[in-house]
């Protein structure tokens, strides 16, 4: 199909949701109890998102009971910490119950808009038509790398933290940790018994227990309404300034502080530039240093939308409750506090979506097609395959 061609409604999606990830299967939950006709693309080979790609010790901070997606509860224990390959596989599992319309494989490079309420969903050598789109890409594929003076010229081992695995390459060597959020503690803490290591930051991290008189603090925040409270400006001005004074938050059943405490790893003020052997310290002192890992965070993958005009000019979406305010008919799903403060997890991003499609049923009122017209069009769509 070219830009040229004059489609009949038929042809016309009521929705495609990019990302098969959590944020992704979520909304074609709801998108299905809707009534929608959609699909979901997936640049990937199976839905689930990016959890495969975390490190291997990874386990979720919010126990089972509070991590799962609106339709099927997380299986097994409710009160342990899943670990990575659990979440994978209940995400894949959900993906096949759910009966959401799911393309692999299916790289979106841009979407423009065609007509007055039409997009355009640009795949690979395909154009798709749809009335909405919801965005819901993540951000791990957007890794935020900082530039410090010298850095090109570091002759040891530079990565982010997407690409740390486990700790044993690490083995024996002088390794400094960027980052004081959660990756870069559990990272540092990790390595801290294969290597000598420091975390370097801003400000030291600001460890939260993660049980409160034996309850873990989701159902604190549950049962007090702060996972469900919307992000207002007064709210998220309490927040930074909060975070100004303490660093960031980081939750500790206890392992964190004991290491923390004993100085392996330790915590230093942020490294001034590199050499090419190694770092120099804020206070001068230059040290080498084999290994240097960025647990600097993630932005907002949505490059692909750069056509709409979506963005603010610091390359921010415009949005309200994911609902775009550029653009009518675009949506987002699992960017961080787009809603909630718990917008980018696991027990956030089903409520978002469920505020997404209850506006974008309310946008498509009236444009959509008759039932003779809606009969099944669009791509082939295969079935997700439960793994054997
Ligand atoms: P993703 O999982 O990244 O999925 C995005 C999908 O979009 C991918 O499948 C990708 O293939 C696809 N995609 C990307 N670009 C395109 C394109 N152009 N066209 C088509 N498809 C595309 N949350 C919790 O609730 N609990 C936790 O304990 C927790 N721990 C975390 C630990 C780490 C280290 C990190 C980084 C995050 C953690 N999170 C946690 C946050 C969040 O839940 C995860 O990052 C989660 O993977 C985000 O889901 P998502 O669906 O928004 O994005």
């Given at each position: 199909m070219t830009s040229n061609d004059n489609p009949a409604a038929t042809d016309i999606f009521d929705a495609v949701v990019i990302g098969a990830g959590q944020a992704g299967?979520?909304?074609?939950?709801?998108?299905?109890?809707?009534?929608?006709?959609?699909?979901?693309?997936?640049?990937?080979?199976a839905p689930g998102g990016s959890w495969k790609h975390h490190y291997r010790s990874l386990r979720l901070f919010s126990p089972a009971r509070y991590s799962s997606l609106p339709g099927m509860a997380f299986p097994g224990d409710p009160d342990r910490y899943p670990s990575r390959d659990?979440?994978?596989?209940?995400?894949?599992?959900?993906?096949?119950?759910?009966?959401?319309?799911?393309?692999?494989?299916?790289?979106?490079?841009?979407?423009?808009?065609?007509?007055?309420?039409?997009?355009?969903?640009?795949?690979?050598?395909?154009?798709?038509l749809a009335r909405a789109v919801i965005a819901a890409t993540g951000s791990f594929e957007r890794p935020r790398m900082p530039a410090l003076?010298?850095?090109?010229?570091?002759?040891?081992?530079?990565?982010?933290?997407?690409?740390?695995?486990?700790?044993?390459?690490?083995?024996?060597?002088?390794?400094?940790?960027?980052?004081?959020?959660?990756?870069?503690?559990?990272i540092a803490a990790e390595l801290a018994g294969h290597?000598?290591?420091?975390?370097?930051?801003?400000?030291?991290?600001?460890?939260?227990?993660?049980?409160?008189?034996?309850?873990?603090?989701?159902?604190?925040?549950?049962?007090?309404?702060?996972?469900?409270?919307?992000?207002?400006?007064?709210?998220?001005?309490i927040f930074k300034r909060l975070h100004s004074k303490t660093g960031p938050s980081v939750l500790d059943a206890g392992i964190y502080r004991e290491a923390l405490a004993s100085g392996h790893p330790d915590i230093r003020p942020m490294l001034q530039q590199f050499t090419p052997e190694g770092v120099v310290w804020a206070d001068g002192t230059a040290e080498p240093v084999d290994a240097v890992i960025f647990a600097t965070g993630f932005l907002p993958n949505l490059d692909y939308l750069a056509p709409l005009d979506a963005f603010d000019r610091h390359g921010a979406p415009r949005q309200k409750r994911g609902i775009s305010t550029a653009v009518p008919g675009l949506y987002?799903?699992?960017?961080?506090?787009?809603?909630?403060?718990?917008?980018?997890?696991?027990?956030?991003?089903g409520p978002d979506a469920r505020v997404v499609v209850d506006h974008l049923a309310e946008h498509l009122r009236g444009q959509k097609p008759s039932a003779e017209e809606a009969a099944p069009v669009g791509p082939r769509i295969e079935p997700v395959q439960l793994p054997a």
């Amino acid at each position: 199909m070219t830009s040229n061609d004059n489609p009949a409604a038929t042809d016309i999606f009521d929705a495609v949701v990019i990302g098969a990830g959590q944020a992704g299967l979520a909304t074609g939950h709801h998108l299905r109890k809707a009534g929608q006709r959609f699909v979901i693309l997936d640049a990937a080979d199976a839905p689930g998102g990016s959890w495969k790609h975390h490190y291997r010790s990874l386990r979720l901070f919010s126990p089972a009971r509070y991590s799962s997606l609106p339709g099927m509860a997380f299986p097994g224990d409710p009160d342990r910490y899943p670990s990575r390959d659990e979440t994978m596989a209940y995400l894949t599992q959900y993906a096949a119950e759910q009966q959401v319309p799911i393309q692999s494989g299916s790289r979106v490079n841009e979407v423009r808009r065609r007509a007055e309420g039409v997009f355009e969903v640009h795949e690979g050598g395909r154009v798709l038509l749809a009335r909405a789109v919801i965005a819901a890409t993540g951000s791990f594929e957007r890794p935020r790398m900082p530039a410090l003076p010298g850095q090109d010229d570091f002759r040891g081992t530079l990565l982010h933290s997407l690409a740390y695995q486990s700790p044993e390459a690490f083995t024996g060597q002088r390794v400094v940790v960027v980052g004081a959020a959660n990756s870069g503690v559990q990272i540092a803490a990790e390595l801290a018994g294969h290597a000598r290591v420091s975390i370097a930051a801003r400000r030291p991290p600001s460890l939260l227990r993660q049980r409160l008189l034996g309850i873990d603090v989701h159902a604190w925040w549950s049962a007090f309404g702060l996972d469900t409270a919307e992000v207002t400006t007064w709210r998220a001005d309490i927040f930074k300034r909060l975070h100004s004074k303490t660093g960031p938050s980081v939750l500790d059943a206890g392992i964190y502080r004991e290491a923390l405490a004993s100085g392996h790893p330790d915590i230093r003020p942020m490294l001034q530039q590199f050499t090419p052997e190694g770092v120099v310290w804020a206070d001068g002192t230059a040290e080498p240093v084999d290994a240097v890992i960025f647990a600097t965070g993630f932005l907002p993958n949505l490059d692909y939308l750069a056509p709409l005009d979506a963005f603010d000019r610091h390359g921010a979406p415009r949005q309200k409750r994911g609902i775009s305010t550029a653009v009518p008919g675009l949506y987002y799903v699992g960017l961080s506090y787009q809603r909630t403060y718990a917008s980018a997890t696991l027990r956030g991003v089903g409520p978002d979506a469920r505020v997404v499609v209850d506006h974008l049923a309310e946008h498509l009122r009236g444009q959509k097609p008759s039932a003779e017209e809606a009969a099944p069009v669009g791509p082939r769509i295969e079935p997700v395959q439960l793994p054997a």
